[in-house]
């Protein structure tokens, strides 16, 4: 294993010093429990967005947390959710009296932590809403798995429904704004190489040097076929077309469009896959009315992509336009 | 043959150091179908779960498992820190306030704990978790109770047949947790989470039934 860290069971620790020693303007960090809130928290009347997962995913969530975006971010050991007490804690903390909501990606860890902290916030009068992000078109969602992993679309709704709270809005409201991103937004991962969880000192799974991995999820998790690596065109075609066919998207909409990188890919290959992607949509009629594009919710150093689509109405392009002011998304401020 | 405070603490540091001694082996188990971390997370809670141990005052039973359960619940995160976090709050609960308990106590015990896992979880037997080990370990439990069984050879019937429950978690495919995003590449990979839960049934037989 090759990493800037000192000692792996440090490594979630120091990374939010860094972090609080960056950004005092944006966010306070608190310790034991461990978690980010912005720096003006609680916002008094405004609805508070909580968020949070195992870290690794960097800047998601904590890069996340400022104005127009999220409250509080609970950063969980890499690749482990965070627990109760973390989100028990930065609920009350971000609690303007408007309500919280917690926006979870649906995998089981993070879903049942969530629910913990929710029954314990709720038993003392705090008003949760919960919202479930799983918008991943690799997974099948039926009875017998877990349901579809939360990824690339949790972005878009941190920004979209942050921006919603922004405007005061109320509980109910934003949380089905952020309900309607869900619905909307479909990704799809694909990886080039394999990541290394620092505790665990090797990577997590191996994959050959001609190899690719279409349909990983966010934590290495083994995806949907292993195949020999193709041409990016090759590769766009395949996933836009996992992402478009699902929804369906069709001719004549809206979307955002969200190319992402896992960490370990450079932005020339970025640009490269988002042209691919320009010109798989508007093969079909689909027009990108905004377009997001660089490395927002990682995998470690993971080399790939993902791409996601959200089908925008005009009030999700208002919010999505407002302004942004976090360490990670910035803009309009 | 009875169980008291002194045994649930050996019990509680056996199986800290069971996990410290098989983190790795979890951890391998959980990178063919999960997240790689299962064995990081329980040794993390445990360790933490044992420094808690000098701290708690002698006594109630119930008092040191609730201890336990709320410091997993709080320290392991992933699915492993409700699902054992519950388990050891529900073997709390049911033994609330004894400073002793008897077979029939660890029957109400291990029912209660199984329960709290599947409310928790949502797990049915053969979605390939827990509760595969869990179950059986239950289930064989009280069903040596009713042939007559003594205290220490019904916990010993059900770490065996939690050892056969986890084992026969290897052909099946996941219909819980991470591994049911793999679908049949789950098939033949024993399960993390029920390999955990074997080694807990097992060191409370090796602890209290031990020669």
């Given amino acids: 294993m090759k990493k800037l860290i000192n000692d792996p069971q440090n490594v979630v620790r120091e990374e939010l010093q860094g972090i609080e020693l960056a950004h005092p303007d944006l966010v306070r960090v608190s310790y034991d429990p461990s978690f980010i809130v912005r720096a003006d928290a609680p916002v008094q009347g405004k609805v508070a967005l909580v968020s949070g997962g195992g870290s690794g995913h960097e800047p998601m969530h904590g890069g996340f947390v400022g104005l127009g975006m999220l409250d509080a971010a609970c950063p969980g050991e890499v690749f482990t959710s965070p627990t109760p007490d973390q989100m028990d804690a930065a609920t009350k903390a971000v609690n303007g009296g408007a309500g919280v909501i917690h926006l979870v990606k649906n995998y089981t860890g993070d879903v049942m932590n969530f629910e913990m902290a929710a029954e314990l916030c709720r038993s003392e009068g705090v008003e949760v809403e919960s919202v479930l992000v799983d918008d991943d078109v690799a997974v099948q969602d039926s009875l017998y798995t877990a349901g579809r992993r939360g990824v690339g679309t949790t972005v878009l709704m941190e920004k979209i429904g942050g921006a919603a709270a922004e405007e005061r809005r109320p509980l109910k409201e934003v949380a089905d704004v952020c309900r309607e991103v869900n619905a909307n937004g479909r990704s799809m991962g694909m990886a080039l190489t394999s990541c290394t969880v620092p505790a665990a000192g090797k990577p997590t799974f191996d994959i050959g040097e001609e190899e690719m991995e279409i349909g990983i999820g966010i934590h290495g998790e083994p995806g949907w076929e292993r195949m020999p690596l193709k041409p990016a065109s090759e590769i766009v075609e395949m996933m836009a077309t996992a992402v478009a066919d699902d929804l369906p998207f069709k001719q004549g909409d809206n979307v955002i469009a969200f190319v992402n990188g896992m960490g370990g890919t450079p932005l020339i290959e970025l640009y490269v896959v988002f042209n691919e992607l320009a010109r798989f949509l508007d093969g079909r009629g689909i027009t990108i009315a905004r377009n997001l594009i660089g490395s927002y919710i990682t995998s470690l150093e993971m080399a790939g992509c993902s791409i996601t689509l959200l089908k925008a109405s005009d009030d999700l392009l208002r919010l999505w336009d407002a302004p942004v002011k976090t360490a990670g998304l910035r803009w309009g401020v | ?211």
């Fill in chain 2, 1 to 211: 043959m009875s169980v008291g405070y002194e045994d649930v603490d050996r019990l509680i540091r056996s199986y800290a150091a069971v996990i410290a001694d098989q983190k790795d082996y979890l951890t391998q188990l959980d990178s063919a179908i999960g997240d790689a971390d299962h064995g990081i997370n329980m040794n993390r809670g445990m360790q933490a779960a044992l420094a808690k141990l000098d701290g708690q005052a002698p006594g109630d039973v119930g008092a040191l498992f609730k201890a336990v359960g709320m410091t997993l619940v709080s320290t392991v995160g992933g699915a492993g820190g409700p699902l054992y976090g519950t388990l050891f709050l529900q073997l709390g609960m049911a033994t609330a306030g004894k400073e002793v308990i008897e077979s029939a106590d660890w029957a109400a015990a291990l029912s209660a704990a199984v329960a709290g896992v599947q409310a928790r979880g949502k797990a049915e037997p053969e979605d390939k978790t827990m509760v595969d080990a869990l179950i059986p370990a239950r289930d064989a439990y009280e069903a040596a109770l009713g042939d007559g069984a003594t205290f220490a050879d019904a916990l010993r019937r059900s770490a065996a047949a939690a050892e056969e429950g986890m084992k026969a978690t290897i052909p099946l495919v996941a219909r819980k947790g991470r591994a049911s995003y793999l679908g049949e590449r789950s098939a033949g990979h024993q399960d993390p989470g029920a390999t955990s839960s074997w080694l807990l049934v097992k060191t409370v037989a090796d602890t209290w039934a031990g020669d």
